[in-house]
């Protein structure tokens, strides 16, 4: 069974300070997500990595996916109130359809002004 | 564009009674899933629709679950009866075709008494 750990499952921050996301697994998958989901409403997806070693950025978001493809992370610089939600990491199977994704519990982040 | 539609947003009942939860994807989209998230834990696909085939419902309860999409477009999930662990949101997601970006309803939050 595939599965995703995340780390932490909490962060509470004050405005302007950074953070980093962990999201691992023993297992290899062909891309991976990252989503952000507030209170009362469905993921959204930020991005979504396919290749080995991958960086993204998104503003101050920063997202790298794993040279063997088996982890990633999310860096947030100079963290906002705006940016307060669950963020959830969710790997895609090699031969599986693109909503058939392993998600992780998450990380609920609080960013306090 | 319009998003994901769901209803109700909320629903209690109590054990061993029926439930139904409605979806109306975005226009177009020819892939609709329902994912079950339970408190704390990230989203768990049920099912997943090409227009109004199932292409994979290897983790819906099919004892007391069941889903269809009518005529490609809409979809509903009953659950019947319902069980204490069934308690959760039931998320609605579609996409355009199933390697394409997954957009996410409100979800419909059901409590079991």
């Known amino acids: 069974t595939q599965l995703l750990e995340q780390s932490p499952q909490f962060l509470s921050i004050q405005e302007g300070e950074n953070l980093t996301v962990y999201c691992n697994s023993s297992s290899v998958f062909s891309s991976l997500q990252w989503y952000r989901q507030e209170p009362g409403e469905g993921p959204v997806l930020l991005v979504t990595?396919?290749?080995?070693?991958e960086v993204k950025k998104l503003k101050r978001l920063t997202f790298q996916f794993g040279d063997a493809r088996k982890d990633s992370s999310l860096h947030i610089t100079a963290a906002q109130p705006g940016d307060t939600g669950l963020y959830l990491c969710?790997?895609?199977?090699?031969?599986?359809?693109?909503?058939?994704?392993?998600f992780g519990k998450g990380t609920k982040l609080s960013v306090k002004p | 564009e319009a998003g994901v539609a769901q209803s109700p947003r909320y629903k209690i009942i109590e054990k061993r009674q029926s439930v139904a939860f409605w979806c109306n994807p975005i226009s177009g989209h020819a892939t609709l899933y329902w994912y079950q998230q339970i408190l704390g834990q990230g989203p768990k696909l049920l099912i997943q629709f090409q227009n109004n085939g199932v292409v994979d419902d290897s983790q819906l309860p099919k004892d007391r679950f069941s889903a269809e999409r009518l005529k490609g477009v809409d979809s509903t999930l009953k659950i019947q009866p319902a069980k204490l662990e069934d308690s959760a949101v039931y998320l609605c997601a579609s996409s355009l075709y199933s390697t394409g970006e997954l957009f996410f309803g409100e979800g419909s939050r059901l409590t079991v008494l």
């Open positions: 990595v396919v290749t080995g070693g």
């Open positions: 969710a790997g895609g199977s090699y031969g599986g359809s693109q909503g058939n994704l392993i």
